[in-house]
């Protein structure tokens, strides 16, 4: 079982910063893909960023040079540096994995579609 923890939401105004952190727990783990999804009030979820083993990075049009998804394989953690925000970001953010590879002893891997989701953190942009 993997288990994500995440941090850093809050109440900012409008061109403010905030970093979101996203911690993968588990030992001798592999995980492929990383990344953020957010749901805003009303809507449907929808991708924000992510970002794979080997720094392949994907960005929703609309966050885009104001976001950016950074990582560390070998913490197996994962963050969201957020600027210049806006109020349509207003939501609430899930850190998300995509795949998980276990290694049980050196050689040996299982590899697994296993897909795992964060509790959310909200992110409210207001003034």
């Known amino acids: 079982q993997v288990q994500l923890i995440e941090s850093g939401g809050g109440l900012v105004q409008p061109g403010g910063s905030l970093r979101l952190s996203c911690a993968a727990s588990?030992?001798?783990?592999?995980?492929?893909?990383m990344g953020w999804y957010r749901q805003p009030p009303g809507k449907q979820p929808e991708l924000v960023a992510t970002?794979?083993?080997?720094?392949?990075?994907n960005y929703a049009g609309s966050v885009k040079v104001r976001f950016t998804i950074s990582r560390d394989n070998a913490k197996n953690t994962v963050d969201l540096q957020m600027n210049t925000l806006k109020p349509e970001d207003t939501a609430v953010y899930y850190c998300?994995?995509?795949?998980?590879?276990?290694?049980?002893?050196?050689?040996?891997?299982?590899?697994?579609?296993?897909?795992?989701w964060g509790q959310g953190t909200q992110v409210t942009v207001s003034s």
């Open positions: 998300n994995v995509d795949g998980v590879t276990y290694y049980s002893r050196p050689g040996y891997a299982t590899v697994t579609n296993d897909k795992y």
């Open positions: 588990g030992d001798s783990m592999r995980l492929p893909t």
């Open positions: 970002k794979t083993d080997g720094g392949i990075t």
